[in-house]
């Protein structure tokens, strides 16, 4: 296998759930996979693979309703458990969504 580095980092949301979801784990503790929302990078420690369904666009937020869950390009979803703002410490989706405001139909990624 290859060494991990910082390029393997930011997460592509059209790719599927499950190989979304093995990146955030695969890059657990270093170097962490991240993400841009609203401009902002996010470094995403923990996941989960969803089996609900849900309709939208690749990397768009389907639920913010204190949890924070996206849909990757097979058309499953991923709930996004754990995420750490640039500079602040990790905290679970419910925290981090009371603290910040995420709109359903947000394109992450970008």
């Known amino acids: 296998a290859s060494m991990l580095s910082k390029e393997l980092c930011p997460v592509d949301f059209t790719?599927?759930?499950q190989t979304v979801h093995n990146q955030i784990r695969?890059?657990?503790p270093w170097p962490v996979a991240t993400t841009k929302?609203?401009?902002?990078?996010?470094k995403i420690h923990k996941s989960q693979k969803l089996t609900e369904t849900f309709s939208g666009k690749s990397g768009e937020v389907?639920?913010?309703?204190?949890?924070?869950?996206?849909m990757c390009g097979d058309g499953n979803c991923i709930e996004i458990l754990?995420?750490?703002?640039?500079?602040?410490r990790k905290m679970d989706s419910a925290s981090?969504?009371?603290?910040?405001?995420?709109d359903l139909g947000t394109i992450i990624g970008e």
Do not use: M, P
């Not at 929302?37 to 996010?42: E, F, M």
């Not at 754990?82 to 602040?88: H, N, T, V």
């Not at 981090?96 to 995420?102: E, H, M, P, V, Y």
């Open 15 to 17: 790719k599927s759930a």
């Open 26 to 28: 695969g890059l657990y």
């Open 37 to 42: 929302i609203n401009g902002k990078t996010y």
């Open 62 to 70: 389907v639920d913010n309703n204190n949890r924070l869950v996206c």
């Open 82 to 88: 754990e995420i750490q703002a640039e500079g602040k």
């Open 96 to 102: 981090f969504l009371r603290g910040n405001k995420i």
